[in-house]
Structures are given as C-alpha cells and as structure tokens.
C-alpha cells in the first residue's frame, strides 16, 4: 500500500486532536472491550469439563435459607448422581475486612470427607489433603488468595462470624490450584455445627448441595428428578448447573445481560459521534487539498480511499490502544469477580477481539464514510477556492 | 519540434451560473499552441485567464466550443480518465503554491509518481531529479513551513514535473513572490522551458514575467485577443499596479 505513509501522516497531522480522538476511542473501546469479555465469559464460556458434571440445589425461594440436611442421602440415591457433598457460604470477617475490601474472599464451610469426591478438580498435594482432612480445625487456601493474603501452611487464619454468631480459628493445611477459577478458603463444615450447639442451638441443616453427575446426559435428568422430588416439601428447591448458579448471584444486580447489553450499543454510538464528528471536521479543513490531489491526478476513488484510511487509521489505533488496556483491565477484573467468573475466561478471547476489530472498523468507515464521499465528490475547481 | 498544435480550442465559451447571476468568464476563445512555445497569457483580473487554464488541463468543462489537448478530445473524457489523462501529461501550478503542508519537500514531489507504475526506488530518484532540477537538493527533508515562498513554488514546480509532463501550467506563478523570488521562478521555467522542451502556459499580471514567455496572448472580458492585440486600455493601468509585485 503506497498510500498508507500519507494516510499515517494525514491522520496523524493534528497532533492534539489526533491525541485527544484516539485517547477517547481507546478510553471507548477498552470499556466496551472489558464489557463484552465480561459477558462472553458469563454466558458463553464453555463450562470445565468437571463443571458440566456439577449441579448446585438450593432452596427455592433464597439461597439465604436452608434445606435439611438428610435432604442428601436422598439426592444421592437420584440416578445419575454419583456424590453429593453440602456445603455453606460462611461469610465473615479477616481482620479489617469492612474497611478494607483486600482482605475480602469467600469462605466455605464443606464435608471436608466428601468434597474432594465432588470437586475432583482441585490440585492439592496429597500430603496436604490428607493433613486438611484429618484435622478438623485446618482450612485450605486456593493460590491466589494464599498469595494475596500473604498466607502460607502452617499460619493461623482468624475469621469473626458474621452470618454466623461463631468465631473461626483455623490452621492453613493446604493451598490448592482450581482449573474452573474457584477462588476462597474451605474449612470444616463441623466448625460451625459445633459453635452452634457451643451455643445451644443444634444445626442439621444445609445452605447448598452439590451434586456430581456420572455424565453429562444426566445432568438435566437429574435437576428435573431433584426438583420434583421436593416440590411438595417444606423446603422446595431449585438445582441448576454450576455454571448457572454462579450467574444467578449476579442475578441480584437485575437483568445482567440487558445491562451489558445496552451499555456496549451505547458506548459503541458514543464513540460513533466522537469519531464522525472529528472527521467531518478534519475533512473540511482539507476540501482544499482534496482539489489539490485531483489536480495532481487522484481520482475520486483513490481521494475517497484515502480519507476512509485515514479515519480507519485513528480508530485501529484507539482500538489497539483500547484492546491493550481492556485486557490490562479484565486480569485486574478477574480476581475481583473470581467468585463468579473462571479468571482465565476473564480475558479477550478470540471472538471479543473479532468483534472489537470489526467495531473500530465499522466506527472508522462509518464515521467517515459521508464527509468522505462528499468531499471526494466536490469539483476540482470548487475544492481548490476553499480558503484555509 | 512539430507544427502540430498541443493545444488547440476552437470557440471556446464558459459560463458560470450562480445562483441567477450568469458570467461568461469565456467567449469564443481560439487558441493554439505549439509544442516547445512558453505563452504567457496577460489580462486584467477577472478576464477569463484562469478559466482558460482550467479548461486545457481538463479541471473543468466547457460550455460550449472544442478543445483538444495533445490530440486528446478531453471533454470526451470520462472523470477517472481525466484523472489519468492530467496526472500523465499535465503538470499544474498554482499561485498559492498548494504543498500539502504533512509532507516534505521530497514528498510532495514525489505525490504524483503514486499514481504510476513505478517502484519505490525509480520514485525517490525520479523526485530527487526532479528537486535538484529546480536547485533544492539540498531542502529534500524539509517541510513546506521551513521553505521560503520561492522555495516552496519551485519545489510545487519540481512536483508539477515529475512525471515528465507534456504541458506545464502556471496560473500567476509569481504572484505570490517577491521580486527576487519571482526571478528565480521565471528563470527556471524559461530554463525549463529552453533547456528542457516543456510546453509552457503561464497566466500572469505582470508585464516583466510576460517578458519570459516567447509569446504573450491577452484576454479581455471573456474574449481571447488575437495574437499582437492588446486591450485599448492596457499600457496605462495596469502597469503601475504591477509594479508593487
Ligand atoms: N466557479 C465560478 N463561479 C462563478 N463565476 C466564476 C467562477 N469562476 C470564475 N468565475 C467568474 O468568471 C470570470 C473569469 O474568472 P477567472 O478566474 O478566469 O479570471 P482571471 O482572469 O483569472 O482573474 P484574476 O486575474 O483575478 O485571477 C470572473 O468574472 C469570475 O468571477
Ligand atoms: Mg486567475
């Protein structure tokens, strides 16, 4: 491409305008880039295989309520379900918690015998394992908490019960690594049976259930089964897959989907009447030059594939800028919202790095396709009295 | 040299409409040029030179009337071959010299030979002929705001010859000159013109540059003089005016 020196030039000629369009463009692109990482990890991540397996039942009408506990063995008994294990969100406070959102991550109280069974997917030394599960007072870290928290095996981890009346003084045993992104501590479910009836209350009660499925078939054979079978009980349920289960606390935030949704078209117009707007304007200043080029021989054609350049230029520039910064952005995002989304599908996967590139090419011709037409089509003569 | 004109009109009219005014900037002008001539076409402002000018590189069209251009119909022309036709056999310049300010001087001379069928290396060479040619070798990297005014219309001239066109166009040249810049201008087109064989039309005010040209036409209201004819009242006015140039 001979042209493309001058098309550079060109676009590049007003240095603070060229500035300020690809910053907000960049700016643009990186919000809408994370946005739709966001939502392609939500609703279009290919489930882990071990997680496809994985079913979740809570209580129908909150998660906050609970079933009872012999709920389990009768799950177990489903066809299709190969282990079901129960565990409970403990919530809590690590040191300064409630003023310090860093020493924020999810607890879980779990069958520490069981869980192992159902979540195959954690890699643990065996040694740690066996050290975790024979000791009712130890927990295990995943990494990236462990490293966050600055916690390694052997130191003691104090968590002051909110949800629950019951102080946790636990032992790190482990730290684990997780393929579908889990992110927390896990401790012996024991831990808060025994502080409540310390209490004088007694608990035979369970917050979640997750099931392994023998196969992936079973899957939706099994959270029909599961269903039905508590319909009529005093405590209904509802058992999705894991994947779903993790969307719908994102559910509390409203229509996910639709909030995303309409913020990405919104900010794709945005930038659309940022860019048109700069063009129109850089093209009107150059009416003169374009009479110029024809004289020197350039057909309309050539004029008008120049000024389409040039714009396409400014906007795959704001847009390589943007794409960088979103994917800077989405690793920052990923251990924030590991809770909800695997960390390594929070990135700009192929198919958000299409769909960016083709919206900064859609903004660069849109925004540019009428100035350009116009001005290629003004008469030489016309072109060149222009005064500047 | 042959006889054959380069350049040959035939009652040619223009007129503008603009909104119910109507100008007819031409009226019935036969011109012929012959290849190797350097005309310098004089008239007071608003005479139809420009027009003229515009009309043989094929910049805009006739209203009525032939011209044929190097054996070309060129209001037959198609607006793309147009293009073609002036970027292969026009070189055009301008008063305002019109260098497209983001390049440099090698740039801006070496803009039309994108056009063409040569490779990256025959057009750095082609425009730096080109620039030595007209004495600024030595400006090659420098942009149009770090020229003087003489320099920048030599180099607008270097860039109006580097493909080797057939017909060189000047409208007002040194119109924006001052006096010793506008001698170095005409010296090198009459060089160009002597040395070179290019065909030479210039428009101009100014008596002293006419001097350059072989053969001077003058235009009247729209109407082409014919050759030795001068406006009845032209050696009194305008020779004074021209003088502050
Ligand atoms: N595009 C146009 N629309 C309307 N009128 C025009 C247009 N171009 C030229 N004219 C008119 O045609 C006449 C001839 O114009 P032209 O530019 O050829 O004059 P000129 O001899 O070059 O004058 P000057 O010495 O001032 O450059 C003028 O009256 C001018 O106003
Ligand atoms: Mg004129």
Redesign the pocket.
Same mark, same amino acid.
């Given at each position: 491409m001979r042209f493309l020196p001058l098309i550079l030039k060109n676009s590049l000629r007003n240095r603070r305008r060229s500035f300020l369009t690809i910053s907000s463009l960049a700016i643009s692109l990186c919000l809408l880039g994370v946005l739709m990482a966001l939502y392609y990890a939500l609703f279009f991540s290919e489930p882990k295989a071990d997680q496809a397996l994985r079913l979740i039942t809570r209580h129908r009408v909150s998660i906050t309520m609970v079933m009872p506990l012999h709920y389990r063995d009768k799950i177990r008994a489903v066809p299709g379900v190969r282990e079901v294990v129960t565990w409970q969100w403990f919530g809590g406070m690590y040191k300064n918690e409630q003023r310090e959102q860093k020493y924020f991550f999810p607890r879980f109280g779990v069958e520490a015998a069981r869980m192992f069974d159902v979540y195959r997917n954690f890699e643990i030394p065996e040694d740690q394992k066996q050290a975790f599960m024979s000791d009712r007072r130890a927990c295990i870290l995943s990494r990236r908490v462990a490293e966050a928290q600055e916690l390694k095996i052997g130191d003691r981890v104090y968590i002051k019960g909110n949800i629950f009346p019951i102080d946790l003084d636990l032992t790190v045993k482990g730290i684990y690594d997780m393929d579908d992104g889990n992110e927390g501590l896990w401790f012996h479910m024991e831990q808060i049976e025994e502080g409540l009836k310390r209490l004088g209350s007694s608990r035979s009660f369970a917050g979640t259930f997750t099931i392994l499925a023998e196969s992936p078939e079973a899957v939706p054979r099994i959270q029909n089964a599961v269903d039905e079978m508590f319909a009529n009980s005093e405590a209904p349920t509802r058992t999705e897959t894991e994947q779903a289960f993790g969307l719908s606390f994102l559910a509390f935030l409203g229509n996910i989907k639709l909030i995303l949704m309409s913020i990405c078209a919104a900010v794709t117009f945005t930038i659309l009447l940022v860019a048109a707007n700069t063009v129109a304007m850089s093209v009107r200043e150059r009416v003169r030059e374009v009479g110029v080029l024809k004289t020197l021989g350039f057909t309309q054609q050539k004029i008008l594939g120049l000024l389409l350049g040039e714009s396409l230029a400014i906007s795959l520039i704001g847009g390589a800028i943007g794409l960088l910064l979103a994917q800077g952005l989405c690793r920052v995002l990923a251990v924030g919202l590991a809770g909800f989304v695997p960390p390594d599908q929070l990135t700009i996967q192929l198919p958000v790095f299409l769909a960016l590139l083709g919206i900064s090419l859609l903004i660069g011709v849109a925004s540019s396709a009428v100035p350009a037409w116009n001005a290629a089509r003004t008469p030489i003569?016309d072109a060149l009295r222009v005064t500047d | 040299m042959s006889n054959e004109p380069i350049i040959r009109t035939s009652d040619l009219h223009k007129k503008?409409v603009?909104d119910e005014f109507e @100008?007819h900037?031409l009226t019935g002008a036969n011109l012929e040029v012959h290849r190797g001539e350097f005309i310098a076409l004089m /008239?007071p !402002? /608003?005479? /139809?030179? !420009?027009?003229l000018l515009h009309l043989i590189a094929a910049m805009d069209r006739p209203t009525a009337g032939a011209i044929e251009v190097l054996g070309q119909d060129i209001a037959s022309l198609s607006e793309s071959a147009v293009a073609r036709w002036r970027n292969h056999h026009i070189g055009f310049v301008f008063q305002n010299f019109n260098l497209i300010p983001v390049l440099t001087a090698h740039e801006n001379v070496e803009l039309p030979l994108k056009l063409t069928h040569l490779k990256k290396g025959e057009r750095h060479q082609h425009a730096l002929t080109a620039l030595k040619l007209v004495g600024l070798s030595d400006r090659t990297d420098h942009y149009p705001r770090q020229l003087s005014g003489g320099q920048e219309q030599r180099v607008a001239i270097a860039r109006a010859i580097v493909t080797d066109p057939d017909l060189l166009l000047c409208d007002?040249p040194t119109g924006n000159l001052d006096a010793r810049s506008a001698q170095e201008v005409l010296t090198l087109l009459a060089r160009l013109n002597k040395e070179h064989g290019k065909t030479i039309v210039m @428009?101009t005010?100014d008596p002293h540059a006419a001097h350059f040209a072989s053969k001077i036409r003058h235009?009247d209201k729209g109407e082409l003089l014919p050759e030795g004819e001068v406006p009845e009242d032209w050696r009194a006015a305008p020779m004074a005016s021209d003088d502050k140039t």
């Open positions: 003569l | 503008f603009r @100008v900037a /008239g !402002s /608003g005479s /139809g030179k !420009s027009t007002e @428009v005010h235009l």
